[in-house]
C-alpha cells in the first residue's frame, strides 16, 4: 500500500468564532468573553495555559469590537495614545503576565485609566491570576487585582481532540482516523502538548520523508519524553 509522505505546504491559523472548539473546559471563558456588558468596571483578565486558546478567544473579541491589540511587555506612553480610540475604546492586553519594565508597567497603568475614564472595555490575557503576576508598580498591582477573572480551565478530552484537529487542519495534515484517539491515552494531557506533538510530526515526517501515523508518533513521544526528564 502506498504511503502518504508530507511536503512543505503554506501554514494557516485558524481563529474565526467558528473555528473555536467549546468544551466545559472554556465554556465559562467564551460566555464571558461574548458579553463584555457584564464585566464589572469594563474590564477583565482572561487567564489560561500556554496553548489554551486565549489568544485565539481574544481574536475573536478584537474583530467583533474592532479592538486594538497591545503586548504588554513592549508597551510604552505613544501606543497607549496610539490604542485609545473613540469615546469608548476596546483594547486587548496580550500576555500581561511577563515581565514588565517599569515604563511598560506606566504605560499600563495610564492605559488602564484611560480606557476606565472613556467607558471603554479592556480585555487583559495572562498564563496565571493578576495576584501572581511580577508587577512592582503599587497602583498598577492594585489595579490588576481589582480585575475581575475567568480561567480557561486544564482540557478534555473533547477539547484535546478538537485542538489536535485544529491544529493539524493549520499544517494541512490529514491523519490517520485512529492516530488522534491513540495519541490521547499516551500523552502529556495539556495544550502545550498537543502544540508540540503536531510541531513534531509535522517537521519529522518532512526531514524523514516518513508517512504521519501511529510509528512516527509513537517516536515522537518518547523524544518528547526523554527531552522533559
Known amino acids: 500500500m502506498a504511503q502518504q509522505l508530507r511536503f512543505p505546504l503554506p501554514r494557516t491559523t485558524a481563529r474565526g468564532r467558528e473555528d473555536f472548539f467549546v468544551s466545559p473546559a472554556n465554556a465559562l471563558a467564551h ?14 483578565v482572561l487567564s489560561g ?36 480610540r473613540g469615546a469608548a475604546p476596546a483594547v486587548v492586553v496580550e500576555d500581561a503576565d511577563r515581565p514588565m519594565t517599569d515604563a511598560a508597567q506606566r504605560a499600563l497603568f495610564h492605559l488602564h485609566n484611560m480606557v476606565a475614564q472613556r467607558g471603554g472595555l479592556l480585555l487583559l490575557t495572562a ?14 498591582a492594585s489595579r490588576m487585582q481589582g480585575t475581575a477573572l475567568v480561567e480557561i480551565a486544564p482540557p478534555d478530552d473533547q477539547l484535546l481532540t ?12 490529514l491523519p490517520p ?10 500523552m502529556e494531557r495539556s495544550y502545550a502538548a498537543v502544540a508540540k506533538i503536531v510541531s513534531e510530526l509535522d517537521r519529522r515526517a518532512l526531514d524523514e520523508k516518513r508517512p504521519i501515523g501511529q510509528r512516527l508518533a509513537a517516536d515522537v513521544l518518547d523524544n518528547l519524553a526523554r527531552n522533559a526528564r
Open 162 to 173: 478538537a485542538l489536535f484537529v485544529k491544529l493539524f487542519h493549520d499544517r494541512q495534515i
Open 31 to 44: 460566555e464571558t468573553l461574548a458579553n463584555p456588558g457584564a464585566w464589572p468596571l469594563g474590564k477583565m
Open 127 to 140: 498564563r496565571q491570576a493578576p495576584a501572581r503576576w511580577p508587577v512592582t508598580l503599587p497602583d498598577l
Open 177 to 186: 482516523p485512529a492516530l488522534i484517539a491513540w495519541l490521547l491515552p499516551r
Open 49 to 84: 495555559p500556554e496553548g489554551s486558546g486565549k489568544s485565539h478567544l481574544a481574536e475573536i473579541w478584537r474583530r467583533e469590537r474592532q479592538a486594538t491589540v497591545v503586548r504588554a511587555t513592549g508597551l510604552d506612553e505613544e501606543e497607549v495614545g496610539r490604542s485609545i
